[in-house]
């Protein structure tokens, strides 16, 4: 209710010249609503913590990473030891309990320095979103809990539509083409209404992978797997694919950010005709857009992250239209700004952003590889328009752009 007598207010004093921060600033002052974009100090601490960790042991490595295919065991070991391991796990079962935001500003901070590697310490991942939802504490004592005591376990989550991998007498069988891992010991696979578990009849066929190659990468047969357990329910499995791509978008934003970051610097220090070439118009112009795309992608998706924590908190089951939407806008949004600022950020060191010898490459292939997850941007997009329009059913005439990309993260 003040929140919108707030509103009226504004609406009659219309500000406008010189003035008008002085009177925004009085009305919103009045009451109490001023907006704050400051993490809170606790999260803050857990930022820098992160940064502090992907700055030193993270980027300095990153393509001694890349070439290995996995990340150095005393970096997983350090990983853990900080708590970032069991992040969103619940207090009662050892881990720090945080949320979706908290996941959202470390995974950017990872991302940063090397989001292959981020996705390989990871021992959970997005797989982590059907658990909780759909079999909560039970379901994490059971599954997840033995990863998280073997060193360099990967827990995988599929997001199958198609679907790929057929059911049939509590047996899984079929082929996911592709996903970031060398070693899979827990597969998660999600569907539109549905989520089930498989641990046994895994193998795997290496890839050489165009990015992410710190996590790996492989051909995924499922071969008459029995599945310990299956679950059916909509809501819920509306609920994991929203804190899964939340979880990818995060990613995303760090990978822009580095490459926004770096691209700046480099263009600072680069001389053509007298003067740094930033300090030309075009290249101004694009660097700012980038910081632009970078900054609006940011906010989406800390938002989203901050209304599934919000969520959460609620009593019984809230209705997930919102969220699901939130969630769904954010990704496209980190997706297609990733897909512009890191190919800029290559375009802007010309023909050295090719070479291996600077970073920008990699993190444009790192952009492109996870905005193909979780169905990529086009399911991102149907699934914002369904909550938008209020309509279940598929909008799409044509379902065979689902088969365009791999879902598995």
């Known amino acids: 209710m003040e929140a919108r007598r707030a509103l009226r207010q504004f609406s009659r ?26 993490l809170p100090h606790e999260l803050a601490l857990v930022q820098e913590t992160a940064r502090a960790f992907a700055r030193d042991h993270l980027r300095p490595r990153d393509r001694e990473f890349e070439s290995a295919r996995a990340v150095a065991p ?24 945080q949320g979706a935001l908290a996941r ?26 059907p658990l909780i939802a759909f079999g909560g504490e039970g379901a994490l004592r059971a599954q997840a809990l033995p990863l998280l005591e073997r060193s360099g376990a990967r827990a995988v989550l599929a997001l199958d539509l198609l679907p790929r991998l057929q059911t049939a007498g509590g047996r899984a069988r079929g082929v996911l083409p592709w996903v970031p891992a060398d070693r899979v010991d827990l597969l998660v696979v999600l569907e539109r209404e549905r989520a089930y578990v498989v641990r046994e009849g895994l193998g795997l066929t290496p890839l050489r992978g165009a990015a992410l190659r ?25 609920w994991a694919l929203a804190h899964a791509r939340v979880y990818v978008a995060s990613l995303l934003l760090g990978v822009m950010r580095a490459s926004t970051e770096f691209s700046r610097a480099y263009a600072m220090e680069r001389v053509a005709f007298g003067r740094p070439i930033a300090h030309h118009q075009a290249l101004a112009f694009l660097i700012s857009d980038m910081a632009s795309a970078l900054d609006g992608a940011r906010l989406l998706v800390q938002e989203a992250a901050w209304r599934l924590d919000r969520a959460a908190g609620l009593a019984g089951e809230p209705d997930i239209d919102d969220e699901a939407e939130a ?10 700004a990733a897909l512009f600022v890191t190919p800029n950020g290559v375009q802007i060191l010309g023909g050295h952003g090719f070479m291996q010898d600077y970073p920008v490459e ?11 997850l979780l169905g990529g941007v086009d399911a991102a997009r149907e699934d914002a328009g369904r909550a938008l329009l209020g309509d279940a059913h598929p909008l799409a005439l044509d379902p065979a752009w689902r088969s365009a990309g791999p879902g598995a993260a």
Do not use: Q
């Open 327 to 336: 969630c769904a806008t954010a990704f496209l949004e980190a997706a297609e």
């Open 214 to 238: 710190a996590a790996g990468a492989a051909e995924l047969h499922v071969d008459g797997a029995a599945s310990p357990a299956d679950w059916v329910s909509t809501p819920r499995a509306r």
């Open 74 to 97: 005393h970096v997983h070991h350090l990983y853990r030891d900080l708590g970032l391991a069991g992040l969103e796990l619940p207090e009662a079962l050892g881990g720090a309990g």
């Open 104 to 129: 959202a500003v470390v995974n950017e901070e990872l991302a940063a320095a090397d989001a292959g590697a981020a996705l390989a310490l990871d021992p959970l991942g997005p797989a982590l979103y």
């Open 362 to 372: 990699k993190w444009m292939r790192e952009a492109r590889a996870l905005s193909l």
């Open 13 to 38: 004093a219309r500000p406008s010249g010189p003035d008008t921060l002085e009177r925004l600033g009085t009305i919103a002052l009045k009451w109490g609503r001023a907006i704050d974009f400051e």
